[in-house]
């Protein structure tokens, strides 16, 4: 017997998860609007001829329709595109919408094939060739319809296809609107509301926050003394300093999750066991760590970049816009202070941190406490931090005494901010952590034959580092 409760609710949830109305997906069926309405409002179920073409559409499989938890289906590009069809596009775009149909969940396959039915989009292949012939530099270029190749053809492309397509489709959609509801006025404490007419921003009615180059602008400062990225002031430097570190780290830290030993892997691992549908990462600066995740989330997330510094997330922006291809993952970029977040209190089911509570330096335990402030119940923080294995420890001694002989005012603050493992357990523990997990990942390396503290920049380079996974209860 089927429950028409559990069907109602099941088909609400794919056919919204999918972006179709009642109408549409009507459309597809060649049945009425009306009778998808009784089906959602548990008054009718369809008839059985229907419910193939109607998971086909969905994506899942039958069982899972009508109430099963698990589903195994799997859809090939021929299921996808008879789905396709119930849109008005012709057979070479549904070769298009086929290549991708690997890549891009059904969500936007179809605002895909809904763009494509009005003429929106069109996509071309662009030769360019460059001659240097009688010493003479020349150069030639020919535009070509892919609609002009059939499906085989284009596969060999569908992964660049795809980067463009979700480019066009979210360039007027930012993803700040999928978590305004958890989000506060830093300010004030009120509601936030998003809007869009010559001027995109958030508003709490009495203050307003511009989005600029796609990036939520809390109008913050870098912290004094640690202006760290002062040197990066073009987008070229950006990427001639970070890109080829973020590239080795995927290829090098990165395999699949149960064969890494990696502290970055096993951070990853971590995540991906809750599959949090909103992380909120502190002090993702130059996006090593947001790089990774986006690369290796394989389930809907909504991912949150914070950084004080406006500039460096608009650098982010724009070099995941130009080489992340996962649909899985819409990324919300803020500039906002770590210690004060615009999110309210037990908002966060995961936040996130691969060294960014060391670079808040002094106000590093306001920032956790602050974190603690937006998990909600059963939530967990997720990071890594510098620290010291025993503070007794010989060659530790050395380096505590080579930064207490440092006359910069800066380093006696850094000294204060060293912790041990079991100081490390009673932060946690004080912070209001119900339970918590510390990993150490790294040791301290030796001390250097020195009587000057050996660095200028990064200095916290020589300490050892841990996983934490925090719980609030």
């Given amino acids: 017997m089927i429950d028409k409760y559990i069907f109602s609710k099941r088909l609400t949830e794919l056919r919204n998860k999918c972006g179709l109305s009642q109408s549409k997906l009507a459309d597809m069926l060649y049945i009425s609007g009306q009778a998808v309405?009784?089906?959602?409002?548990?008054s009718s179920l369809p008839d059985i001829e229907l419910l193939l073409p109607l998971s086909q559409i969905l994506g899942v499989s039958i069982d899972y329709l009508l109430g099963s938890e698990k589903d195994e289906f799997k859809n090939d590009s021929d299921t996808i595109c008879e789905a396709i069809r119930g849109y008005d596009v012709s057979d070479k775009d549904i070769n298009?919408?086929?290549?991708?149909?690997?890549?891009?969940?059904?969500e936007y396959l179809y605002k895909t094939a809904k763009y494509m039915e009005k003429d929106l989009l069109e996509y071309k292949l662009t030769l360019e060739l460059t001659s240097n012939l009688g010493g003479e530099r020349n150069s030639y270029r020919q535009d070509i319809s892919l609609n002009a190749y059939d499906k085989n053809s284009i596969l060999p492309f569908s992964k660049h296809i795809s980067a463009l397509t979700l480019q066009a489709i979210n360039k007027n959609c930012n993803p700040v609107q999928e978590i305004i509801g958890l989000m506060k006025c830093p300010i004030c404490g009120g509601d936030f509301e998003y809007f869009k007419t010559s001027e995109e921003f958030i508003s709490c009615k009495e203050h307003k926050f511009y989005i600029n180059d796609g990036v939520v602008d809390f109008k913050t400062l870098e912290i004094h003394g640690y202006t760290w990225s002062s040197w990066i002031r073009r987008y070229d430097d950006y990427k001639k300093n970070n890109v080829p570190k973020i590239d080795e780290s995927i290829k090098d830290h990165i395999r699949p999750f149960s064969e890494s030993k990696s502290w970055l892997a096993d951070m990853l691992y971590t995540l991906k066991q809750s599959k949090p549908s909103v992380i909120l990462d502190i002090g993702s600066g130059m996006g090593f760590f947001a790089a990774q995740l986006i690369q290796y989330i394989d389930w809907e997330c909504v991912l949150v970049l914070t950084d004080l510094s406006h500039r460096i997330l608009k650098y982010d922006k724009r070099y995941f816009d130009e080489t992340s291809i996962n649909?899985?993952?819409k990324v919300v970029y803020l500039a906002c202070d770590v210690c004060n977040l615009p999110f309210k209190d037990n908002s966060l089911e995961c936040i996130t941190s691969c060294g960014g509570y060391d670079c808040v330096m002094t106000d590093f335990t306001n920032s956790m406490s602050e974190s603690h402030r937006a998990l909600s119940e059963n939530g967990k923080i997720v990071f890594s931090i510098g620290l010291i294995g025993n503070r007794e420890d010989?060659?530790?001694?050395?380096?505590?005494?080579?930064?207490?002989?440092?006359?910069?005012?800066?380093?006696?603050?850094?000294?204060?901010?060293?912790?041990?493992?079991?100081e490390w357990h009673e932060i946690i523990k004080n912070l209001g952590f119900a339970?918590?997990?510390?990993?150490?990942t790294e040791t301290e390396i030796p001390v250097p034959d020195?009587?000057?503290?050996?660095?200028d920049c990064m200095i916290g380079r020589w300490m050892g580092s841990a996983n934490i996974v925090a719980e609030k209860l």
Avoid: C, G
């Avoid at 020195?450 to 660095?455: E, G, K, L, R, S």
């Fill in 37 to 42: 309405s009784k089906w959602e409002n548990a």
């Fill in 96 to 106: 298009i919408l086929s290549a991708m149909s690997s890549i891009m969940p059904r």
């Fill in 327 to 329: 649909p899985n993952v």
């Fill in 394 to 422: 010989e060659n530790v001694q050395k380096w505590l005494d080579l930064i207490k002989a440092d006359t910069d005012p800066d380093m006696l603050q850094f000294y204060s901010q060293i912790y041990d493992i079991k």
């Fill in 435 to 440: 339970k918590h997990t510390l990993i150490q």
């Fill in 450 to 455: 020195t009587d000057v503290f050996p660095y």
